[in-house]
């Protein structure tokens, strides 16, 4: 039976955004993973939005309070599937990214140092 509570390792994705960080049962790198998942999807939001807005609407049919909630349903429906496929792509390009810069101990755990080719120069001196 799997109860949360007492798994080891649980899934970012099934995580309240805001205590995501704050969950030792999820690994940091999860947790990069999955911010960055929920940033691309705010993006997406936001672009799919500004998408419908320039969508011609009917002069006989007025944007009422109901479309427009749901609009939105529809929007943040679309944002997050589209994240959670990895289509657009942005996320896994900014985790990669994050996962270098924030967290280089972790990324570097059990790879050996690259070994100096002759005949070229270190940047690092």
Same mark, same amino acid.
């Given at each position: ?12 994705? *099934?995580?309240?955004? @805001?205590?995501?960080?704050? +969950?030792?049962?999820? *690994?940091? =790198?999860? =947790?990069?993973? %999955?911010?960055?998942?929920?940033? %691309? ?7 799919? $939005? ?11 049919? =007025? @944007?009422? +309070?109901?479309?427009?909630?749901? +609009? ?12 959670? *496929? $990895?289509?657009? $792509?942005?996320? =896994?390009?900014?985790? +990669? ?24 120069? *270190?940047?690092?001196?």
């Amino acid at each position: 039976m799997d109860i949360p509570a007492l798994q080891s390792h649980v899934k970012a994705s *099934s995580v309240p955004f @805001d205590q995501l960080a704050a +969950n030792p049962n999820v *690994s940091q =790198k999860d =947790k990069v993973k %999955e911010a960055c998942r929920q940033f %691309e999807a705010v993006l997406l939001r936001q672009i799919l $939005g500004q998408a419908r807005k320039t969508v011609i609407t009917s002069s006989e049919k =007025k @944007d009422s +309070n109901e479309t427009d909630i749901y +609009n939105d349903m529809i929007d943040n429906q679309m944002a997050d599937s589209i994240s959670r *496929s $990895g289509a657009f $792509g942005l996320a =896994k390009s900014l985790e +990669n990214q994050l996962v270098r810069q924030v967290l280089p101990k972790a990324a570097d755990q059990g790879r050996p140092m690259p070994a100096a080719t002759p005949g070229v120069k *270190s940047s690092n001196h």
